[in-house]
């Protein structure tokens, strides 16, 4: 349920790192989401969805980068792959171990439409649509 | 498709209002834990056990955090320590901004140690620093065995667990010995406690390792403890 709290976070960084001129421009929010951030995608992209849809960023949704879940062992030295959680060095089995990723919880950037295709936002076309469109 | 660079964490906001709150805790010399669990383990138990035996040792202010009820406050107002409640009105989690507001109505001057009791909840409190010098899991022997493995971020984000119930140990099917391997292989870094709210076992030992770790030594980050 914390998804909502973070998708209103989310939107609130956009408000502040996007000129108010470009907000109804914005297409995707990029997001990098860890594997042990704790986070469930689906649950985000549609408390996020929610939150913005009566805003200026009602045409925007999330694209996710997923960052899988890494240790790395300070006995060994080996990174690992184990199962989600596991802080124990699959590869010597210490507990001398540290998460090199899978932590991530970030907005990256955002993907705005150009003012061309911004005049046909309303229809949910295809990419391929948008550049008839724009080159028209 | 035009592109505008961000590159901040979702919970910045989060993390910068608890910077404040940890270094406010810090001016008071307060010792700061913050207790998690899912609903039922006996967290306000704990608590009451606590202030029950370190009353005269350590000054202890509570912030009880629920979704809904004063219930905890009250309970806890019982053992006359200040105790403020937030009622987070259907959120699933405190957040440090929560504990701001609540700290301007809690005594921390002349204290020594905060307890805040998160919302019932083993999944989402764990993303969410408050300024606390650690957290504290609870796991009751009724809820299973396998619990850290199935909710490992939370045991991965707590410096101590504490195994409660102890006493209802023979009517259960919980492997008290497998439990601690699990919530091991998950943060080999846990310091174990086991207690009964109930019997009175185990809190000695819990108490203790209050008393050792109150008035954190200065540039204490949060991070070491003894």
Known sequence: ?????????IADIVYQNVPSTELNHVKFVVVKIGEFSGVVVDSLKFSYEAIVSETELKNSGLEIIYIPFRLKCNSCGKTSYNEFGMMI????GSGNTEIISGNELQVVEVKLNSPCEQDYSSDDFKSSDEYLISTK | MDVITIERKVLQKNDEIASANRALFKKNGLFTINIVSSPG???????EKT???LSGKLKI?????????????????NYNVPVVQ?????????EANLVKDALENIELKGRDLLIIENVGNLVCPAGYDLGEDLKVVIISVTEGD????????????????VINKIDL????NCNIKVLRENALKINPGLTVFETSCTSGEGIDKWCGFLIENKNPDPGHSGEGFH
């Open chain 2, 41 to 47: 383990s006996g967290k306000t138990s704990l608590v």
């Open chain 2, 61 to 77: 202010s509570v912030i009880e955090g629920d979704v809904q009820t004063d219930l905890d406050a009250k309970r806890v107002s």
């Open chain 2, 169 to 172: 140990l023979p009517y259960v």
């Open chain 2, 86 to 94: 937030i009622i987070t009105n259907g959120a699933c989690h405190l």
């Open chain 2, 146 to 161: 396998d619990k850290p493995l199935k909710y490992p971020k939370m045991f991965m984000n707590s410096k101590v667990l």
């Open chain 1, 1 to 9: 349920m914390h998804e909502l709290s973070l998708a209103r976070d």
């Open chain 2, 51 to 53: 202030i029950e035996h």
């Open chain 1, 89 to 92: 060095c699959e590869e010597c």
